[in-house]
């Protein structure tokens, strides 16, 4: 059985729809001979005859009219598929999933989902909420097509791209004796309820550290899973704590101020995503993520260097 082509297809819907050869050929801009010689090849190709030769024109058989449905279902289905392939292009169309620990799930993100959707408003958006260990396995899965989470991440697969580095800060009730202080330090802690994040954690780890280095006690007798229960049980006054400073929510809270701590504890905010598999939806979230970024940290350069008297020209 010999093959046919798409051009002999499109000149058969071509005549069947305008009920003409000579209509046919105007259509697609080639000549009637050209047409028939298709039709024949056509012909030739699926086995049985087309069309019946009329004064007038080519009437086409019932085969040819059963054949003609199943095109016109074929055209439909490229129609449908070169608008869809518009939509993906120009991101009118689209699905992202993003995979992060609750933290920024639950602060940073939402801002910059918020801010992404007044630009691309058509595209679907999954946010995920997951432990720090579990965000680069979904990425490499497939399961999310971005991460993130805090540094450093162990045994990355993909590619991991730094966002963020600010240090910790101390919480503690509105009301609590720190309040009139500029900043903390962790001789400051000494012997006061301090509200910890579970063992075994990265960051629980490192505050324990640096505690144990600087030679001071704490009364460790409360933990909390999340930044959010943690702030909530300093807000109920059962002590202090040192936090992620990436929670602009837990921020607005009255009852809780936060203040820089000393020695710093820098935090770095990562994310996750191999550039070269991301969906050009995601692909194109993933860059407006890192310019959101690039922004905050513009203004906040721009603001330090407000505050900074300029010391250049004075004599030393």
Known sequence: MAHFNIRQVEAFRAVITLGSMTKAAELLGISQPAVSRL??????????????????????????RRLFAQVEKLFIGLEELNHQVHAIKN???????????????NGLLPEIIAKFRKSYPDIAIKLDSQPQDRIVEWVSSGRADIGVATLPIANASIPVVELLRRPALCVFHASHEFAGRSEIHARDLASRPFVSFPRGTPFRFEVDTLFDREGVD????????????????????????????????????????????????????????DEDR????????????????????????AADAARTPDTAHQPT
């Not at 991101?91 to 799930?105: F, K, R, V």
């Not at 959010?228 to 936090?243: D, F, K, M, P, Q």
């Not at 991301?278 to 350069?301: G, M, T």
């Open 218 to 273: 704490r009364i460790m007798m409360l933990e909390a899973s999340t930044h959010e229960a943690v702030c909530n049980l300093v807000a109920a006054e059962t002590g202090v704590s040192i936090v992620s400073p990436y929670s602009p929510h837990l921020r607005r809270n009255s009852q809780l101020a936060f203040l820089p701590f000393f020695p710093a504890i820098p935090i770095s905010l990562g994310l996750i995503g």
């Open 278 to 301: 991301l969906s050009v939806a995601a692909r194109c979230f993933y860059d407006f993520v890192i310019d959101y970024v690039n922004q905050i940290k513009a203004r906040r350069q």
């Open 39 to 64: 039709m024949m090849d056509f012909q030739a190709a699926v086995g049985f005859r087309l069309f019946n030769r009329q004064r007038g024109g080519a009437e086409p058989t019932e085969d040819a």
């Open 91 to 105: 991101l009118s169309s689209g699905t992202i999933s993003i995979a992060a620990m609750g933290l920024y799930a």
